[in-house]
Structures are given as C-alpha cells and as structure tokens.
C-alpha cells in the first residue's frame, strides 16, 4: 500500500485527465480477479460479487490540482498539466486522493482474499473530476448505475488536516453545495488623463466586490449559513489606460436550497444593478461549476458512528458539524435515490497538528499527509463500513 500510495502521489494527474491513474486501477483490479468496466471518460468501476448479500458503493476520487508541490518528500510531485486553456501547471496531489485511492485499491484486495468474512457484492467507484465538480454526474451521465449493480447505500471518505488515526463525520448535512462564477464586466476604454471618456471597468467591478458582501452581512437571516467569495479579478494591461473591460470570479457555499437560491439571485441582482448605476452595458454572469449537497443520512451516519467507535476506539471517533468545503459525492446517491455518507479522517501527526506552525491545509503546496497511521486509519475505516453491510 505504501509503495503504491508514493508513486500515486509522485504521478497526479489534472480532472477528467486522468488517464494513467485509470489504466493503473484497472491493472490492479484485473489482477484481483475483479471485473470492471470505464465510466465518464476517465472514471472505473469494479464489481466485487461474492454470492447473495447487499449491494454496497464504495468512491474514491482520483484528480490532483494544478499546484508546485512544496512538501520536500522524496516521492513528491515533479508532474505537469495543460489546463483547458491550454496553460501547462505543476500538478500535485494536494487534495488527498492519492490516499483515497491507495486505500480503496488496498480494501478492494483484502475482500478478493477474504471471500469466507464476507458476502453480496461491492461496487468500488474510482470517480475523475470531484475538484471540478464534474465527475460523479459523467459517471452516472455514462450509465453507471446501468451497467453497475445499483447499491443500498453508497460510502465515501476524505483525508483531512486532523491528528492522524482520528476519524469524524457528521449526521445531516456533511459539505456545503458550491457555485462558481465567472463575471464580465463591461465598460468604455480611454486614456487615463481622459476618464470623463470612459466607464471605468475596475471601478465598477471593484463596486460589486464590496456590495456583494452585504449579501451575507445584510440579506441573510443571521441564522442561516452562506459564503460568498471573490477569488480573482483581472483588468488591464497598463497604468495609464482605463480598460475595456475586467472579470473577476465568485465562490458561493450554501447548505440550504432556499438559501442557495437566494444568494445566487442576489448576486445577479447586485452586478445588474451596479452596471445600471455606472452606466455600463449588461455585465456577462457564466456558471463555472457546481457541486450538489452532500448530504449523509441521518439514521446511517449516526448508526456507523458507533460501529466506528466500537472497531477505532470512542476517543478516535467524533461527531462534528458540517464542512464549508465541497463535494459531488452526493450526487452518485441522489441519482438513484440511496443513502449515502461521507466522513473525514486525519493525516497529519499529532505534533504538527498541535504544534505552533500552520498547519498544512487541503489545496496547500504542503499538504503530505504523513503516511501512517492515515493509510491504516482509511482502510480501518473502510473495512469497518462495508462490513457493516456485508459480514458473512
């Protein structure tokens, strides 16, 4: 597990370009025996069948992020990618799914091995495309549940910056649904000594950033959840030239329905109307991406807790509330109408954890999660979940 865990991590691949990462799990599967089958393009499924039993779904993901890697680890990433722009990155594994995937292949083995422990059938997903939010829905877009046995429930887990052999989940709402957008902002080039000529984009856009603050600070019931976030703004080439136009891009996390649509109505309301205001034509609003709720059944979530709690130890296991972060696992289960549910464990010693550095974050240039116990933790988990469905 560890040989394959380093050379994972030594080889990312950008999302829903996964294409060595692909042949490598179905090399491995073929070698367990296990049939299986290419989904959404870069994504494989296995089917583990061993006599009657439930159906159980079991994903991990497989995308890296266009990151230098800066960890200092001997199998550290020196791989590049082109965007689809055709920008060519440093790719890195700097979200964990190298360990998803390590652990998963690991498990899929352990249940080719130990049929007699055991019994129904395990559907391994190994989804492209979750840091795009495009993945899951290619998978079922390409007929996953038609050509994979369709689960009872569907289990998925996640590396995280906590203490190493530790593990949490939430009951309800586990990661909050994102959208992304992009904004174009259109106004009237001139000469800088010239303003009386121009509508000044930068001004404009600069306008929208701050009032679409308010929308949390002044629209939101203080009680409900929401954050929106302005990651980039470009305009111009030069300081003595007011441009024609800037983009700027926005980040929206909602865990209610209603909420979600507020926020995105009061989005295209603002930029609308602060376009009105400076005169300038109508702003150009392009969805990005989204990412559906992910979501764990209540009665589920809170019964594996306590079957993590008897095999992990109560002290390693805790019930926490829900991440900002995001996730399209939820959608492999929502299409077909299952539960599902999706917890953390930690990868990081305790003594970085609790010492007096940052701690390094999902999506850092220093995010190594430290080999063990994180590995064992995750196929712990793994194997703990899945028999909690099909023990023989």
Known sequence: MHDLYKHLHAHPELSMQEHNTAELIEQRLAGLGVEHFRC?????????RNGPGPIVGFRADTDGLPIQEDTGLDYASTATGTLP????????????????????LTVAGLFAEARSAWSGTLVLIFQPGEETGAGAAAMVADGLWERAPQPEIIFGQHVMPGPAG???LSVGSAMAMADSLKVT?????????????????????????????TIVARELDPRKSAVVTV????????ENIIPAAAEFTLNIRTFDDDVRAQVLASVRRIIAAEAVASGAPEPQVEELYTFPACY?????????????????????????????????FGHLGTAIGVPSVFWMFGGHPAEVVDGP????????????????????????AAVTALLSRLAA
């Open 40 to 48: 959404g393009g870069t994504g494989v499924v296995g089917i583990l």
């Open 85 to 104: 722009d055709g920008t060519v990155v440093p790719v890195m594994h700097g979200c964990g799914h190298d360990t998803h995937v390590a652990v998963l």
């Open 166 to 168: 530790t593990l949490s």
């Open 185 to 213: 902002v259109r106004g009237r080039q001139s000469h800088g000594s010239q303003p009386q000529d121009s509508i000044d984009p930068i001004v404009l856009g600069a306008h929208m950033v701050v009032r679409l603050q």
């Open 231 to 238: 990651g980039t703004f470009q305009s111009g080439l030069k």
């Open 296 to 328: 764990n059944d209540p009665d589920e979530a809170q019964t594996l807790a306590a079957v993590f709690g008897e095999a992990l130890g109560e002290e390693a296991v805790s019930v926490q509330p829900a991440l900002m972060g995001s996730e399209d």
């Open 357 to 380: 550095g940052p701690v390094p974050m999902n999506h850092s240039p220093f995010f190594g999660p430290a080999m063990e116990p994180t590995l064992s933790t995750g196929v712990n």
